[in-house]
């Protein structure tokens, strides 16, 4: 089985045009979303209409789509994300909402070996930095493997024999082995909004035959999910930031 594994897309319709378009001939069983479909993009009716196209789909919510359905979730973002979730509710159609509504919080168990989870399996709103942040969730790991996002960086983190590493995936492909009798849990980056000073959209495809993860980045039109930013007066720095991969 070959899954996609992609995560944080963020309203940007763009990045995730072009992740269909860079996908199209690598031969995917099952896709993996990790949460956030809406936030900061100009773009969220597109990006929730464009994603339900693939099938077979398992997702999760992130903390931006469980904002959209409740007002006091605002409490918890910074007032430039705050103001795009405003936005976004008031942009977002009913039957969209709706469907937003409807999709399950993380952990869910995707199958024997998988677990699917927006932050951490213990707490979806939770940042996984750091290996004390990873040991704890690996505590509450029920599977061999966990794909998470919202941190926006992509990396690999290993229990081995008790001892937690990590390892940032830097450059534009990677391939990592997995191992026998290790557990990992791996974020494949953002699509729609890089925070790793790559301003290219990411992936991860997890091959569990050949027991790899091979870590992708390519390229969008950022001038253009930059420009709908713009022409909707969100906030100017969530234009910016994309380009520069903040």
């Known amino acids: 089985m070959r899954y996609l594994i992609f995560t944080d897309i963020h309203g940007n319709l763009e990045a995730l045009q ?3 378009k860079f996908i199209r001939r690598k031969s995917i069983d099952h896709y993996l979303f990790l949460g956030d479909l809406v936030g900061y993009g100009a773009s969220p009716n597109e990006v929730i209409n464009h994603v339900q196209k693939f099938k077979p789909l398992t997702l999760i919510r992130g903390n931006h789509d469980k904002a959209i359905c409740g007002p006091a979730e605002l409490d918890n973002f910074n007032p430039v994300a705050a103001a795009a979730i405003s936005w976004s509710r008031k942009a977002i159609t009913k039957s969209n909402e ?7 919080p993380g952990p869910v168990r995707v199958d024997d070996h998988i677990t699917v ?9 939770y940042y996984i930095f750091g290996e004390f942040d990873a040991a704890e969730a690996f505590s509450c790991l029920e599977t061999r493997l966990g794909f998470f996002g919202h941190t926006h960086f992509p990396f690999v983190y290993s229990l ?5 590493r ?19 849990l791996i974020n494949p980056g953002s699509v729609g909004q890089p925070r790793d000073r790559n301003p290219k959209a990411a992936c991860a495809i997890y091959d ?3 027991e790899t993860v091979k870590f992708y980045r390519f390229e ?21 930031r994309l380009a520069l991969g903040i």
């Open 208 to 210: 569990s035959t050949a």
């Open 98 to 104: 709706h469907f937003l509504c409807k999709i399950k």
């Open 166 to 184: 990590g390892m940032f995936i830097q450059g534009n492909f990677k391939e990592i082995k997995l191992k026998k009798g290790v557990s990992y």
């Open 160 to 164: 081995d024999d008790h001892t937690v």
């Open 18 to 20: 072009s992740l269909t």
């Open 117 to 125: 989870c927006h932050g951490a399996p213990f707490d979806e709103d």
């Open 220 to 240: 969008y039109n950022i001038k253009v999910s930059q420009r709908k930013i713009l022409e909707q007066h969100l906030p100017v720095g969530l234009a910016e």
